[in-house]
């Protein structure tokens, strides 16, 4: 069974930074898509970022050249870099193995994890 934890969140200022790692346990990922869904106050998840095995990466416009995300198979990681954060950013982040970053839209039969908060003041 999958299981999904995902420290780093935070309280952050308009502007700065925030590094979210995310080590899915149960099995190996390293030939799976990975990624990230944010859920924000009173709205849906929405897909954030992925990136496949080979390395190639797909981004939501809202974050397109101020998110990156990347993967480290040997420790079974994907993080979330997130640079020039703006307070619509805040929300809940979830890290993703499953049909959301493979499709890059949000679906429910997923397994999700307690996800961490960010939270961007202005």
């Known amino acids: 069974q999958v299981q999904l934890d995902e420290p780093g969140g935070g309280l952050v200022q308009a502007g700065g930074s925030l590094r979210l790692p995310c080590a899915p346990s149960g ?16 709205k849906e998840r929405e897909f954030v970022a992925r990136i496949t095995a080979g390395g190639g990466t797909r981004y939501a416009d809202s974050v397109k050249g101020r998110f990156t ?11 979330l870099q ?6 619509e950013d805040t929300a809940v982040y979830y890290c ?4 959301s970053v493979i ?7 997923d397994s999700w ?4 908060q960010v939270t961007v003041s202005s």
């Open 27 to 42: 099995r190996t990922f390293s030939r799976d898509v990975m990624g990230w869904v944010r859920q924000p106050p009173g």
């Open 69 to 79: 995300i990347s993967r480290d198979n040997a420790k079974n990681t994907v993080y």
């Open 82 to 87: 997130m640079n020039s954060l703006k307070p």
């Open 96 to 99: 993703n193995v499953g049909q």
């Open 103 to 109: 499709f890059a839209t949000v679906t429910s039969g």
């Open 113 to 116: 994890g307690q996800g961490t």
